[in-house]
T-cell receptor, first 111, second 111 residues
Framework: GQQVMQIPQYQHVQEGEDFTTYCNSS?????IQWYKQRPGGHPVFLIQLVKSGEVKKQKRLTFQFGEAKKNSSLHITATQTTDVGTYFCAGPYSSASKIIFGSGTRLSIRP | EADIYQTPRYLVIGTGKKITLECSQT?????MYWYQQDPGMELHLIHY???????EKGDLSSESTVSRIRTEHFPLTLESARPSHTSQYLC??????????FGPGTRLLVL
């Protein structure tokens, strides 16, 4: 069946270092979404990418959608303690109106 | 203000009890979802609904049931709670853009 894989599972960085998480789908996606879940919280929508090769930025966060629309990445420049949490990618499941979430990347930061 | 609500936020209950987790949204979204998530782990879709009187089982087998009698309301019921049901339950809704808005979650502990 359709799968969305996400790596790495965990990332522990020094504050100020960069961070990247990668998302790969077994099938072409019409769009890719990214969510952030703070410890003890619920997932919060960050961004949606729709176009092949699209790149979007939100302050220190850069999101990319691959040319083949099967992979995506989230890059955080100069991490801060407020970036701590789990980052999930998600893509629509074939023609059904439900979303498949990746397994998430948990980011922790050493001050 | 448009939002999505879940009650109760925390629930401790004995084995064998029947429980209903409430979820309501004021955004007029047709699609609603229930996820089960253990702390820091993946999101597992257990039920979803495309609209009133429409419900489907998700990817994770669940002993719970759902109903969708009103657009804004999507309750989840466990007929007989067991310790294996201990988890966090997250409700979400989505509109035409398919991006998901999550409620704050219900943390369930079954003794």
């Amino acid at each position: 069946g359709q799968q969305v894989m996400q790596i790495p599972q965990y990332q522990h960085v020094q504050e100020g270092e960069d961070f990247t998480t990668y998302c790969n789908s077994s099938t072409t996606l019409s769009n890719i979404q990214w969510y952030k879940q703070r410890p003890g919280g619920h997932p919060v929508f960050l961004i949606q990418l729709v176009k092949s090769g699209e790149v979007k930025k939100q302050k220190r966060l850069t999101f990319q959608f691959g040319e083949a629309k099967k992979n995506s990445s989230l890059h955080i420049t100069a991490t801060q303690t407020t970036d701590v949490g789990t980052y999930f990618c998600a893509g629509p499941y074939s023609s059904a109106s439900k979303i498949i979430f990746g397994s998430g990347t948990r980011l922790s930061i050493r001050p | 203000e448009a939002d999505i609500y879940q009650t109760p936020r925390y629930l401790v209950i004995g084995t064998g009890k029947k429980i209903t987790l409430e979820c309501s949204q004021t955004m007029g979204h047709d699609k609603m979802y229930w996820y089960q998530q253990d702390p820091g782990m993946e999101l597992h879709l257990i039920h979803y609904s495309y609209g009133v009187n429409s419900t489907e089982k998700g990817d994770l087998s669940s002993e719970s049931t759902v109903s969708r009698i009103r657009t804004e309301h999507f309750p989840l019921t466990l007929e007989s709670a067991r310790p294996s049901h201990t988890s966090q339950y997250l409700c979400a809704s989505s509109g035409v853009k398919e991006t998901q808005y999550f409620g704050p979650g219900t943390r369930l502990l079954v003794l």
